[in-house]
C-alpha cells in the first residue's frame, strides 16, 4: 500500500505546466494580466500583447516590437457550505495569488520576418505549484473552480503572423502532461532493524509532455471593426499505471486511473469596435463543452449528473486618455455548467457574475520611459446553489443493514456559495526592435 | 616564467582535483556555448546561460541601452554503459513492475530556452539585466525509487530528465564590477493518500488474500528557490574574473498513506520521506582572458560539497558514501571570421559517490568530458548584418571511467544480505556519453 501515496506525487507532477480555466498570461486560472482582467476577458478580437497569446495568439500578428511583462495578483475567495439541519456553515474560504510572466516579439531580420510574433508565457501560483484534491468518497464537497484550479503552474507558447493587412493567424500550444506510474512495493523481512526498512520500494515515474494546441482569427475589414474566431483544445491530464503490493501472503495489485480537466474546449467569437477616438469596446462569447469532463477517477459522470454544456458572454471597455492613461471595464456572465446536485456528488457553483475595474498608464506617452503600468480590481459572485437530494438516486452506505442508509455528505438538502475578489498589477517593458 | 607558473598551477588543479557536478547544467551544459567551452563559463558572460553560470555575467562590461535576447533549440545526449557481473553478465535496474524487463538510463531529449533583456532601461539604470535558462525535457519530470541497493547510475539516470529552470537579475555597478543574484527553481511534493478497502478474496491456490481499494489523493506540490549569487570583476578590458556561489538544493518527497476499513485491524498507515535530483553547494573560481582580440581562454574551478549528499532513500546503508570534489574546466574561443568562431573544452569530473564494498550499488564514475562547438552570425554570413541572429552547436564526448566494486562481508549486517545483495561477489561498470546542443538566438 505504500505505492498508494507515490500515486499522488505522480497526478501532482502531473498537472504541473499544464493550462487551465479562465485564460491567463500561460493559462492558470484567474492569473490573467492587469488589462486582460479589467476587461473580463474579452479580449480576442483587440490587438494582442505578451498577455494575451492563449486568449488569440493571432494577436502577436498585431505586435510593432518587443516586450516583456510581468505581474501579481492577490485573491481571496469567500466560499461556504451548509448541509440542512447542521447548525453552521462549513467555511471553505482561502486566500491565493500568483505571479506571470511572459515575452513576446515579432521576429528580427527583413520586412516579412516581422509580420511574424511569437511568444512565450509562464504563470506560476505563489502557494503551491500545484494542489490537487481527488477525495476518495464521492460525495466529498468540491468546488470544480475554486479547489485546485488556481494552484497551478501553466505554461504556452505560440506564434502568430499578419497574412494581409486586415488579418491576422495565430497558433500556439500550452502543456498537458500526462503520467505513467508504475509501482512494485515489496516487504523483505530481515532487511534491516527496523520494519519501514525492510519496505523496498520501486517506483517510476514519468511524466511525459503533452500538449493542447489553440488557434485563433483576427479580422479588421473596417479601422474601427475587428472580429475573432478562436479554439481551445481540452486540456485533460492523466495518471495512470499499475500497483503491487506484497507482504507477506497479502496481494494488493491493480491499475489506478486520475483525471484532471482543466479546460474544455472552447470555442470563441468576439468582437471590437472603436467607439470613438477615445473609447473601444469589445464582446466575446465563448461556448464551453464541459459534457466531456469525468470525475476524478476517469469515469464519464452519469446521465442525471453529467455536466452540459455552456456558453459565456464577456464584454469590456476602455477609454483612453491623455498622456497615454486608460481607463477600463468590464462584465462577464458564466452559466454554471453543473446540474442540479440532486445525486451522489456534491459539485459546488452557480451561475457567475463578473465585474471588473482597471487602469493603465503608458508611460512612453507620459515621461518617454517604455514602461507600462495595469492595475485591475475583480470580483467574481456566484449565485447561491440550492439542491434537494433524490434519495432514489443515492447508494446504500451498508448493505448489511436492511433499508438504504444513506451517508451522503450533501443529504438531505444543501446550499453554498462564493464571491471570489481580486486585485492585480501589470507591468510592461517595452524592448523595441520592431518594425515602424 | 608567468606563463609556466600559471600552467603548473592549472595541471596542480587537474591533479588534485575531484569533481562531480551532475543533473542538465553539469552532464551537459546550460546552451550550446558553454558546452562548447567544457563548462567553464563562470567568468565570461553576456548570456541567458550566466543565470546558472554565473549571475552577474548578465550585465558584462561594454553594454550599454536596451537589449533583448530570446534563445531556443534543442538538446540531445545518448549514454552507453555497462554494468558487469563477475560472470560476465550485463546487470541493469530492476523493474518496477512485477516480472517486467530491467531497464537501463534513456536518453536526453528536450527543447532549451533562454532570454535576457535589460530590466534597467526604463528606470535609466545601464547594466541591469535579467535573464532566464530554462531545459524542457521530453518528459517534464522523471525519476526512479529504487532501494539504494540496487544498480542505479546515481548522477545520470534520471538527473537530465527533470524541468530545469534558472532566473538571474544583475547589475553592473560600474565598469569593474557587476553583482548578480539567481535562483535554481525546484519543487517539493507533499501527497496524501487515503483509501478504503473494497474487496478481500483468498486465493486457495496461491495462499494468497488479494486486496482492492479505492484510493483518493491531496498532492501539493511547493516551489522552491535555492539561491546562486556571483560576482564578476573586470580589471581590465581583457581580464575577467569570476566568483560564484550556488545553495544545494534537492526535491523533497514526503507524505502519508492511510488506509481504512481493513479487517481485524481498522486503519492502517505509514508516513515516506525520498529525495531527488541532489544538487550539492559549489563554489567557483572563474577567470577569462582575451589572448588577442580574437582568441579568447578561461578556466574555472569549482568546489563540490557533495559529503552533504543525500541518496534517494536518506543514505539508507548509512553515511560517508559521499565526498567532496573540486572541478576543474577549461575553454578557448577562436573567432575566425566576422561570422564564424570556434570554440571547445574540457573538464575531469571524479566520481563522489564510492560504495566501499557496501550494501549500496549506487553508481557512477570519473569523468573526462571534452567538447567542441561553433557560433554563426547568419545575418553577418547573408551580408544582412540587421539580421541579428546566431546559431550554436556544441558537441559533447564524456568518457566514463571504469570501475569495479567487490563486496566486503564485513560490512553488511548479516551474511543472508551478503549474498544476496545483487552486487555479490563483485562487478565494474563505465561507459560513454555524447551530448549535443544546438541554438538559434535573436538580438534586439
Known amino acids: 500500500m505504500r505505492a498508494a501515496r507515490v500515486i499522488g506525487v505522480g497526478v501532482a507532477a502531473l498537472a504541473t505546466l499544464a493550462s487551465s480555466h479562465a485564460r491567463a498570461a500561460a493559462g492558470a486560472a484567474f492569473a490573467e494580466t492587469s488589462r486582460v482582467a479589467s476587461l473580463a476577458d474579452a479580449v480576442t478580437a483587440r490587438p494582442g500583447d505578451a498577455g494575451t497569446i492563449e486568449l488569440n495568439p493571432a494577436g502577436l500578428g498585431d505586435l510593432r516590437e518587443a516586450s516583456v511583462l510581468a505581474g501579481g495578483h492577490a485573491d481571496y475567495v469567500s466560499q461556504w457550505f451548509q448541509r440542512t439541519g447542521d447548525p453552521t456553515q462549513q467555511d471553505r474560504s482561502r486566500a491565493f495569488g500568483g505571479v506571470f510572466i511572459a515575452a513576446a516579439t515579432p521576429l528580427p531580420g527583413p520586412a516579412w520576418a516581422r509580420r511574424i510574433g511569437v511568444g512565450l ?20 464537497p468540491i468546488s470544480p473552480t475554486y479547489d485546485s484550479r488556481p494552484d497551478r503552474l501553466a505554461g ?3 506564434i502568430g503572423a499578419k497574412v494581409v493587412r486586415w488579418l491576422d493567424f495565430g497558433a500556439g500550444f500550452a502543456f498537458t502532461p500526462s503520467l505513467v506510474e508504475p509501482a512494485l512495493i515489496t516487504y523483505q523481512a530481515g532487511r534491516a532493524p527496523d520494519v519501514n526498512g525492510n519496505v523496498e520500494v520501486r517506483i517510476d515515474t514519468t511524466l511525459d509532455t503533452g ?25 485533460i491530464s492523466r495518471a495512470t499505471g499499475t500497483q503491487t503490493t506484497t507482504a507477506a501472503g497479502i496481494t494488493a495489485a491493480g491499475p489506478f486511473n486520475f483525471y484532471q480537466m482543466w479546460d474544455p474546449a472552447t470555442v470563441v467569437v468576439g468582437t471590437a469596435m472603436t467607439l470613438s477616438r477615445h473609447v473601444s469596446f469589445s464582446l466575446d462569447v465563448s461556448w464551453e463543452q464541459w459534457s466531456a469532463i469525468h470525475d476524478g477517477f476517469d469515469q464519464p459522470l452519469p446521465g442525471p449528473i453529467q455536466f452540459h454544456d455552456t456558453v459565456n458572454v464577456a464584454s469590456g471597455v476602455e477609454i483612453s486618455l491623455p498622456k497615454g492613461v486608460a481607463l477600463r471595464g468590464g462584465v462577464a456572465v458564466e452559466p454554471s455548467p453543473m446540474p442540479e446536485q440532486t445525486g451522489e456528488t456534491n459539485y459546488l457553483g452557480a451561475n457567475a457574475l463578473t465585474l471588473a475595474l482597471g487602469a493603465g498608464i503608458d508611460f512612453r506617452r507620459l515621461a518617454r520611459v517604455p514602461l507600462a503600468i495595469d492595475l485591475h480590481f475583480r470580483a467574481r459572485a456566484d449565485a447561491l446553489e440550492s439542491a434537494v437530494k433524490d434519495p432514489s438516486s443515492l447508494p446504500d452506505a451498508d448493505g448489511t443493514l436492511p433499508g438504504n442508509q444513506i451517508d451522503n455528505m450533501g443529504y438531505p438538502s444543501f446550499r453554498s456559495q462564493a464571491l471570489l475578489v481580486q486585485g492585480g498589477l501589470t507591468a510592461t517593458l517595452f524592448i523595441g526592435g520592431g518594425r515602424p | 616564467m608567468k606563463t609556466r607558473t600559471t600552467l603548473l598551477a592549472l595541471l596542480g588543479a587537474v591533479v588534485i582535483a575531484s569533481s562531480a557536478r551532475a543533473g542538465f547544467e553539469d552532464s551537459l551544459g546550460v546552451g550550446p556555448e558553454a558546452m562548447s ?64 524487463a530491467p531497464i537501463g538510463v534513456p536518453d536526453t531529449g528536450g527543447v532549451l530556452l533562454g532570454m535576457r533583456f535589460s530590466l534597467g532601461q526604463p528606470l535609466k539604470i545601464d547594466g541591469l539585466n535579467f535573464g532566464l535558462a530554462m531545459f524542457v525535457p521530453g518528459h517534464f519530470l522523471s525519476w526512479e525509487n529504487r532501494p539504494d541497493d540496487d544498480f542505479r547510475w546515481e548522477l545520470l539516470d534520471a538527473r537530465t530528465q527533470v524541468i530545469s529552470v534558472h532566473a538571474g537579475l544583475s547589475w553592473r555597478i ?32 496461491s495462499g494468497q488474500i488479494n486486496v482492492q481499494t479505492q484510493l483518493g489523493v491531496d498532492a501539493q506540490v511547493y ?89 534517494n532513500n536518506f543514505n539508507f546503508w548509512g553515511p560517508g558514501r559521499w565526498g567532496d570534489t573540486i572541478v576543474p574546466a577549461f575553454g578557448a574561443r577562436f573567432k575566425a571570421t566576422d561570422a564564424l568562431s570556434l570554440m571547445a573544452g574540457y573538464r575531469f569530473q571524479k566520481s563522489p559517490v564510492d560504495n566501499f564494498g557496501g550494501p549500496s550499488n549506487m553508481l557512477d564514475c570519473d569523468r573526462h568530458v571534452a567538447s567542441l562547438g561553433i557560433d554563426l552570425h547568419l545575418g553577418k554570413l547573408v551580408r544582412q548584418p540587421t539580421f541579428d541572429v546566431h546559431f550554436t552547436g556544441g558537441l559533447q564526448y564524456t568518457v566514463l571511467v571504469d570501475r569495479s566494486e567487490t563486496k566486503d562481508p564485513t560490512r553488511f549486517p548479516t551474511d543472508a544480505l551478503f549474498t544476496s545483495n545483487p552486487g555479490y561477489p563483485s562487478y565494474s561498470y563505465g561507459g560513454h556519453m555524447v551530448g549535443l546542443e544546438t541554438t538559434l538566438e535573436a538580438r534586439w
Do not use: C
Open chain 1, 121 to 140: 508565457s509562464l504563470d506560476m501560483p505563489v502557494q503551491y505549484l500545484l494542489h490537487l484534491d481527488i477525495p476518495v468518497r464521492a460525495d466529498q
Open chain 2, 223 to 311: 516551489g522552491q528557490a535555492t539561491p546562486i549569487v556571483g560576482a564578476l570583476i573586470t580589471p581590465i578590458e581583457r581580464l575577467r574574473i569570476g566568483v560564484v556561489y550556488r545553495h544545494p538544493s534537492y526535491v523533497n518527497d514526503w507524505g502519508t498513506t492511510v488506509i481504512n476499513g481493513v479487517p481485524d485491524l481498522g486503519s492502517i498507515g505509514y508516513f515516506s520521506h525520498f529525495a531527488h535530483y541532489y544538487e550539492p553547494l559549489e563554489v567557483t573560481l572563474a577567470a577569462s582572458f582575451d589572448v588577442t582580440p580574437r582568441f579568447d581562454v578561461s578556466a574555472d574551478v569549482t568546489y563540490d560539497r557533495w559529503s552533504d549528499a543525500v541518496s
Open chain 1, 211 to 235: 500538449v493542447s494546441p489553440f488557434v485563433g482569427l483576427r479580422a479588421k475589414p473596417l479601422d474601427w471593426l475587428a472580429f475573432s474566431l478562436v479554439y481551445r483544445e481540452a486540456q
Open chain 2, 174 to 205: 560600474n565598469r569593474f564590477l557587476s553583482l548578480g543574484v539567481g535562483v535554481r527553481a525546484l519543487f517539493n511534493t507533499q501527497t496524501n493518500v487515503t483509501g478504503q478497502v473494497t474487496k478481500l478474496a483468498f486465493d486457495p491456490n
Open chain 1, 156 to 158: 504556452a507558447f505560440a
Open chain 2, 37 to 100: 567551452l567544457g563548462g567553464s563559463f563562470a567568468a565570461r558572460g553576456g548570456s541567458y546561460a550566466s543565470a546558472y553560470y554565473n549571475p552577474a555575467g548578465l550585465s558584462p562590461r561594454g553594454e550599454h541601452g536596451g537589449l533583448l535576447e530570446i534563445t531556443a533549440g534543442a538538446v540531445y545526449a545518448h549514454p552507453v554503459l555497462h554494468v558487469t557481473g563477475a560472470n560476465g553478465q550485463n546487470l541493469l535496474t530492476p523493474a518496477a513492475t512485477n516480472g517486467g
